[in-house]
């Protein structure tokens, strides 16, 4: 099995992180924060520090504003929701996931203004098309780190300083590049980080998080009231973070995972990592420009994307094309729209979409080589022939 899904999720995991969910349910398994006992005294331990690792992967300053969540989406959620009201313009592009195109519209329905700004053909971003879209109510700009489709990277550091000085906050969706790509929150000027455990962090499904800063750490509205285990003689939610946010029972288990896949990362270097996947990257789009009738969708430039590249073959569906390479190859990929429907009418390949290879730090170079070789073997055979 060879596996160019890591967009998706990332595969394998670091075999350290199965080893501490087991040593977790088995050694700990108690609830954080909610009792005076030494299990429950551990299982916060484990607790805060995947959040001071967390912090100090993405250059912020306050563990206790790391949110933990169960995905990407709930944070950019909280973020969307706990910001925005009705009046209120937010800023956004044509490139992102739906985990940030759907809240908007829901929001959108309710009165709040929303401005989709355009980008280049390959993806890209320019930053002066972002500051002419602010306006007097502008209350947030909301980008992705990376495009899911085609891994066009955005320039946030100059995005962040505009929306800085124009005194709104900037929201970066990073679920495609935490852990892949180097990202400071404070030199980049973001003020709302959101980011999913289970891709290149290396950590289980069913986790993610948020980082608040400091300059809308006391606007947010929680998505969620409840049991914190703090203040329990009030009925009234807390007001301070994490609780804030972090209404009910934590999945503990997880950030047990994630605290694994984050000294994977940490020990390989986030800068290695990039390296890496980045030489690969360039070896795959070198390979399918060779082939004829394969047309690649993005910058086609290892050093301004990550590594996701989506293409098509002449005369194939990109079902058809991932369906023939699993049959012969054993390689699972992503065919199709990608949840990203805006970026593919952008690109030109809505509604059919693209065949997505996303590769990730456990893959290697003869995994590419056999995937061209299935694609060459594929355009060789002519346009409506037998798969």
Known sequence: MTYFDNAATSWPKPEAVPAAMTRFLREVGANPGRSGHALSIEAGRVVYDVRERVARLFGHPDPLSVVFTKNATEPLNIALQGLLAPGDHVVTSVMEHNSVLRPLRYLESRGVAVTRVACAADGTLDPADVARALAPKTRLVVLSHASNVVGTLCPLAEVGRLAEERGVPFCVDAAQTAGAVPLDMRSMHIDLLAFTGHKSLYGPQGTGGLCVGERVRDKLRPLAYGGTGSASDSDVHPDFLPDRLEAGTLNAVGPAGLGAGLAFVEARGVAAIRAHEAMLTARLLDGLQAIPGVRILGPGDAARQTAVVSFNLDGRSCSEVASALEERAGICCR?????????????????????????????????????????????????????
């Open 335 to 387: 065919a199709g729209l990608q949840c990203a429907p805006l970026a593919h009418r952008q690109l030109g390949t809505f509604p059919e979409g693209t065949v997505r290879f996303s590769l990730g730090a456990f893959n290697r170079e003869e995994e590419l080589d056999t995937a061209l070789a299935v694609l060459r073997e594929l355009a060789g055979e002519g346009k409506g022939g037998s798969l």
